[in-house]
């Protein structure tokens, strides 16, 4: 798969290992790698003192930075996102169940999403190559969180938010319908593991080769 162009998304819970797996795809295949960085988002920490206030604030303005990513990356088609505009409207509308976004902010997020869906729809690649979901037990999610430390992501509150989340991603996943998709388990897996790493690397390019295989029949 060296040298041909791909555009890889992961996907998963908060802390499944997404910027990780992005880290080392995107070494492998050479490529550039999109990263969502938490430390520069303005509204993350409100959103944690005062959901209601901030939910709506919060989902546009990863709405906006994850729609700038894709653009940039299907425009240069080479690249590996660590998250992607997919899976946003889940987020959403666990936000609005919850009672932190209104039902009128609701309908506006979900038409400013089809637009820019639409938007996609124009630009040289329509979807990615292919969406690695990093799927995985709440145990391991929470172990996970917990080892990075964030005091906001530890609260019980928090973890209600988490758990709730964690039993909605296989349905998404199942869902997800853009393109090529595969599921890889963190419990079985660990992509920073050493030894494990290339069997990792080796099922997705493998898998990339399937599916250009598949292509050219």
Sequence with gaps: ?????????????????????????????????????????PVLERFYEDKEKWGFALQIHFLNTRFRSIK?????????????????ALFTKINNEQGNIKDEEMNIYLSLLDNMMEELEGL???????LIYLQGSFEKIMEHIQK???????????????????SKYDDWFKSYNYGPKIAISIDEWSIEDPEQRPIILNMIDEELKRLREEENK
């Design 1 to 41: 798969m060296e040298g041909e162009n791909k555009v890889i998304v992961l996907a998963g819970m908060i802390g499944a290992g997404k910027t990780t797996y992005t880290k080392y795809i995107s070494e492998y295949y050479g490529s550039e790698a999109f990263f969502e960085s938490v430390d520069d988002n």
């Design 124 to 130: 040289p690649k329509k979807a990615p190559d292919l």
């Design 72 to 88: 940039d990356a299907f425009r240069h088609q080479n690249n590996v996102l660590d998250r992607s505009i997919y899976e946003d």
């Design 148 to 166: 990075r430390g964030r005091d906001y992501e530890q609260t019980p509150e928090q973890v209600e938010y988490f758990r709730l989340l964690h």
